[in-house]
């Protein structure tokens, strides 16, 4: 798979300038330069080009292959690489008189085409490629055994997490527990034994992987459990629950004078510039959904009032930065006396409208929030909003949760195009929401928006209801 995607890249390279330089031949003649007539002189541009641009694109981290990777991620990657390897070529291009070859006439129009075309080529195939692979993972070809050792909170977390994406192509065979009994089934999954069976386990399953997610276990328990199946020719990996890296990802090695050190660090969003950048991010795509969206929005909201009498608009007060409530808006999806029968939603809920049904599974209903978001209550990405009885509960109930209010409230998120939303796990929601805060960039926001338009797009809306 690795060699295909090279060959791809090569593929994609080669013929972007070879098909850029056939295009501008004529007007390439016309302005005096020479086009060389000695293939020997092309071939040789090219296998040096080539063996560059494997090298950068090896560089930067695109022939991994790591499963799950993010395509908006990867994309960006692509970028930079066909970037580096577009100056790459000239400084090739500029030293070939210096080997006795002939240069090409390399000319600004031939140089952003070709750059053009290489990064959208190669974007195109590798989203091709992923396709391809994630076939051949459904039928179970590039999959991976996998044990999960704990059956407990952080164990389940994991298996939860593999088994909403099983384009990653992992196969859970089980847990191995020392709280749950051997044989039982734990969140659809065999026990299959205890800890210090471990390796007999991986032997017995033929595993690939182990991750090891145990909570309030010393470091010396850990260590006894990984020399369990370190023998074994098995990768092990441990979910670092003890220290909750996965909501509290402040800390970082550091070192003094060869000194290892753990640094604390702010979130990102304590900065007070990059506040701005979101806040410039928040503005410029809400006031650019409410221009170009106004005729949908009015579509929509004309069929809300052709069904059912009432107002267009539903507003519901939320909870949102720094526990200060706020009226958000929505398109009205349920009869108008429906907060009189329950307030939290369900599947196949009988107080939603079927204009409201239609909304609901295509997050249609949230596009109102882009007011929300422009007068500054909200922002596009963060934490979904609740209301005030649930985030008094909730704020009692979970560790940390309040940490989330930090933030202002998002009209998508992280945890959202994870498939957390509805009726799903407030304490794995409110994981999600502190990675997020905690790991802000620039970068992180425009991937959470790109998946949260692809998800629309292809209809991958999970627990939209």
């Not at 080669?14 to 071939?43: C, H, K, Q, W």
């Not at 596009?367 to 909200?378: A, D, Y």
């Amino acid at each position: 798979m690795r060699l295909s995607l090279i060959i791809g890249d090569l593929l994609l390279l080669n013929g972007a300038i070879i098909a850029v330089f056939a295009y501008f031949a004529e007007r390439i003649e016309a302005s005096g330069a020479i086009i060389p007539t000695d293939p020997l002189v092309t071939m040789r541009f090219l296998l040096l080009f080539s063996l560059m641009a494997v090298a950068v694109f090896a560089s930067n981290g695109l022939y991994e292959m790591r499963r799950g990777a993010s395509r908006v991620d990867e994309a960006f990657k692509v970028f930079t690489a066909v970037s580096l390897t577009a100056v790459g070529a000239i400084v090739i291009n500029t030293l070939l008189p210096q080997i006795g070859s002939q240069d090409l006439p390399f000319t600004r129009d031939i140089l952003v085409w070709s750059w053009l075309s290489a990064i959208v080529g190669c974007i195109l195939m590798r989203g091709l490629h992923r396709t391809c692979v994630i076939w051949l993972r459904r039928h179970d070809i590039d999959t991976r055994r996998m044990i999960i050792v704990g059956a407990r909170e952080p164990g389940q977390l994991v298996w939860n997490t593999i088994r909403r994406r099983p384009e990653l192509g992992y196969r859970v065979q089980g847990f191995v527990s020392d709280s749950a009994q051997i044989g039982s089934i734990v969140a659809g999954l065999p026990v299959l034994g205890r800890s210090a069976q471990l390796g007999r386990v991986v032997q017995a399953t033929q595993a690939d992987e182990v991750i090891i997610a145990l909570s309030g276990r010393s470091p010396q328990d850990l260590i006894d459990v990984i020399t369990q199946a370190e023998d074994e020719a098995v990768e092990i990996k441990v979910y670092p629950d003890t220290f909750q890296l996965i909501t509290n990802n402040e800390l970082s090695i550091g070192d003094l004078s060869d000194l290892p050190l753990v640094r604390v660090k702010n979130a990102a969003l304590d900065n007070p510039w990059n506040r701005a950048l979101k806040r410039a991010l928040d503005i410029g795509f809400s006031t650019a959904i409410l221009l170009f969206g106004a005729p949908f929005f009015m579509l929509i909201a004309l069929a809300i009032r052709l069904e059912s009498r009432g107002p267009v608009f539903f507003l519901q007060e939320r909870v949102g930065m720094d526990l200060k409530p706020f009226w958000m808006l929505k398109f009205r999806t349920m009869r108008v006396d429906a907060e009189q029968f329950g307030t939290w939603t369900t599947p196949n809920d009988p107080r939603v409208t079927r204009i409201g049904r239609i909304l609901r599974s295509t997050s249609l209903d949230e596009l109102p929030q882009m007011i929300n978001v422009l007068i500054g209550e909200m922002s596009i990405v963060g934490p979904r909003p609740e209301q005030p009885r649930w985030v008094e509960q909730f704020g009692q109930q979970i560790p940390r949760y309040l940490r989330r209010h930090r933030e202002k409230a998002g009209l998508t998120g992280w945890a959202q195009i994870n498939g957390l939303r509805g009726d799903t796990s407030i304490e794995e929601r409110t994981r999600y929401d502190l990675y997020y805060i905690e790991n802000w960039s620039l970068l992180f926001d425009i991937k959470i928006i790109l998946r949260t338009i692809a998800n629309f797009l292809t209809g991958k809306q999970e627990n939209a209801y």
